[in-house]
């Protein structure tokens, strides 16, 4: 193996919240590189958000989704350059985000008369960038 290879390292992390019928956990792994022409990486997280309810009889839902970002990274020996290249929502997950619903106080449950009203927005779709980093 190359003479830089006991140097070689990786971080985890894990995140974990719960709130009100929601679950969101966030996983995310990457590798570092170091070599004589600096340091690479490669890496990724993937973010889980469960289903989630708006109301106390859990009949309003919004079913969970996943999602998996990815990154690749080199920095100079030095530290001044760095070029990073992610994607992000790789996979191109199509889901919704809402952040509130309100249904109308005279309506009944399962009958025409019950409207529900959701506000919210789109997960972004998938995107690439590429970006240049320069330490003055």
């Known amino acids: 193996p190359p003479h830089f290879s006991s140097r070689r390292r990786h971080t ?3 995140d974990r919240s719960r709130g009100l019928g929601d679950v969101y956990k966030r996983q995310s792994l990457h590798y570092f590189y170091p070599t004589q022409l600096g340091e690479f990486s490669i890496g990724g997280t993937y973010p889980y ?10 009949y309003l839902e919004e079913e969970g989704y996943s999602l998996l970002d990815l990154q690749a990274s080199w920095t100079s020996t030095s530290s001044r350059y760095k070029l990073l290249l992610s994607v992000t929502n790789a996979a191109d997950e199509e889901a919704f985000n809402t952040t509130a619903c309100d249904a109308n106080a005279d309506g009944v449950f399962g009958t025409p008369s019950f409207i529900v009203r959701c ?16 330490r003055l």
Do not use: K
């Not at 958000?49 to 859990?58: A, I, K, S, V």
């Open 12 to 14: 985890r992390y894990a």
């Open 49 to 58: 958000m469960g289903d989630r309810y708006f109301d106390l009889g859990n």
């Open 119 to 134: 506000g919210g927005n789109p997960i972004e779709q998938r995107l690439y960038s590429a970006q240049f980093f320069v």
